[in-house]
């Protein structure tokens, strides 16, 4: 599986974006996804995740009622949709797919990461 980040750009506080995570290969529909975040001189961070059938989304405190997961698994792709952002989301955003371990999701597959700028 092949992922592929797209969306990110710069956006203004209080505005929105909404990131895209396309994959090539039939198993996507089969595996978890997640939304990871990098800002310079932090550690990468979750941020969101959903299950291989869309029924289960889960969110970091941080992004939670800002932010919402959603999938289209009939279109290989994987959405993250930011209101509300903030100079603290500013960072690259990687999606990460993978499946489930069964007590935790595995991240096997990575895409390359989208640049999210958020100016005040």
């Known amino acids: 599986v092949q992922l592929q980040a797209s969306g990110g750009g710069l956006v203004q506080a209080g505005g929105s974006l909404r990131l895209s995570c396309a994959a090539s290969?039939?198993?996507?529909?089969?595996?978890?996804v997640g939304w990871f975040r990098q800002a310079p001189g932090k550690e990468r961070e979750f941020v969101a995740r959903?299950?291989?059938?869309?029924?289960?989304?889960y969110y970091a405190n941080s992004v939670k009622d800002r932010f919402t997961i959603s999938r289209d698994n009939a279109k290989n792709t994987v959405y993250l949709q930011m209101n509300s952002l903030n100079a603290e989301d500013a960072a690259v955003y990687y999606c990460?797919?993978?499946?489930?371990?069964?007590?935790?999701?595995?991240?096997?597959?990575w895409g390359q990461g989208t640049l999210v700028t958020v100016s005040s």
């Open positions: 990460a797919a993978g499946y489930w371990a069964g007590s935790s999701q595995r991240y096997d597959y």
């Open positions: 290969g039939r198993a996507f529909s089969s595996y978890g």
């Open positions: 959903i299950t291989w059938t869309g029924g289960s989304t």
